[in-house]
C-alpha cells in the first residue's frame, strides 16, 4: 500500500539553526500538508499546498516556517531561526483531492 | 491558559468485547469528521470517515456513528482485538476546507 514517507526520523538542531524536514507524499496524491504535535498534546494543523501554492494555514505558520516543493515527489518544511518551542512531532500528510488525508510516521524534531 | 499536558482518558477493554470512543465537536458548520488510530510512535493512521449528510457509516469491524443534534461523534470497534491498542482521534474539518481540526484524544488498551 502506498505511503507517505518521512525523513529523518529524528533531528537534533541547535537553537536559532535552520532546519529542513522532508516528506515524499504518496505519488498520484495533489494536495500536501504539514501537522505538528507538541509531546502529550493534540496533533496541530499548520499548512496546505495545493498547486504549488499555499492553501491554509495556521496561526503557528508565521513567517518563521516556509514549504516548498522543490520536485515531483518532494515536499519540505523549512524552519529558519529555530526556537526550543518548535520541538514537536511533524507529521506530514497527503491527499488525492480531498480526503481522507494520508500521515507519515513523523519526524521527532529537539532543539537544545 | 492551556495545560501544558494533556491527559488522555483511556477506555480498558476485554479482548473480544467491543469498544466504543467517543468524541464532541464544538462546531456545527463541520461537514466531514474523521477518525485515527495513533500507535506508538506511528503516524495516525486513517480508519473511518463520514460526511455531515450521514449518521452513520461501517467498515470492516468498526462503525462510526454521528449525532449533528448534540455534537456527537462515536466509534465502535466490534470484537476489539490486542493490536486495536491505541491512542483514537476524532477530527474535523470546517466548510469544505482542508484543515483537520483534532480532537484530544482516547487511549484504548485492551486486555488479552
Known amino acids: 500500500e502506498p505511503e507517505v514517507t518521512q525523513t529523518p526520523s529524528h533531528q537534533v538542531t541547535q537553537m536559532g539553526q535552520e532546519v529542513i524536514l522532508r516528506c515524499v507524499p504518496i505519488?498520484?496524491?495533489?494536495?500536501f500538508y504539514w501537522y505538528r504535535q507538541i509531546l502529550g498534546q493534540k496533533v496541530e494543523f499548520l499548512v496546505s499546498f495545493y498547486n504549488n501554492e499555499i492553501s491554509e494555514k495556521s496561526e503557528i505558520f508565521d513567517d518563521q516556517f516556509s514549504v516548498e516543493r522543490p520536485d515531483g515527489s518532494n515536499f519540505t518544511l523549512k524552519i529558519r531561526s529555530t526556537k526550543l518551542e518548535d520541538s514537536a512531532m511533524y507529521f506530514c500528510?497527503?491527499?488525492?483531492?480531498?480526503?481522507?488525508?494520508?500521515f507519515g510516521d513523523g519526524t521527532r524534531l529537539s532543539i537544545l | 491558559g492551556e495545560s501544558v499536558g494533556l491527559h488522555l482518558p483511556t477506555l480498558s477493554v476485554q479482548e473480544g468485547d467491543n469498544s466504543i470512543i467517543n468524541c464532541a465537536y464544538s462546531n456545527s458548520a463541520s461537514d466531514y469528521f474523521i477518525w485515527y488510530k495513533q500507535e506508538s510512535g506511528k503516524g495516525p493512521q486513517f480508519i473511518i470517515d463520514i460526511r455531515s449528510n450521514m449518521d452513520k457509516r461501517q467498515g470492516q469491524r468498526v462503525t462510526v456513528l454521528l449525532n449533528k443534534t448534540v455534537k456527537h461523534l462515536s466509534l465502535q470497534i466490534a470484537a476489539t482485538q490486542p493490536g486495536d491498542s491505541a491512542v483514537y482521534f476524532c477530527?474535523?474539518?470546517?466548510?469544505?476546507?482542508?484543515?483537520?481540526?483534532f480532537g484530544g484524544g482516547t487511549r484504548l488498551m485492551v486486555k488479552p
Open positions: 505519488s498520484n496524491h495533489l494536495y
Open positions: 500528510a497527503s491527499s488525492d483531492g480531498g480526503q481522507p488525508q494520508h
Open positions: 477530527a474535523e474539518i470546517l466548510n469544505a476546507g482542508n484543515m483537520l481540526t
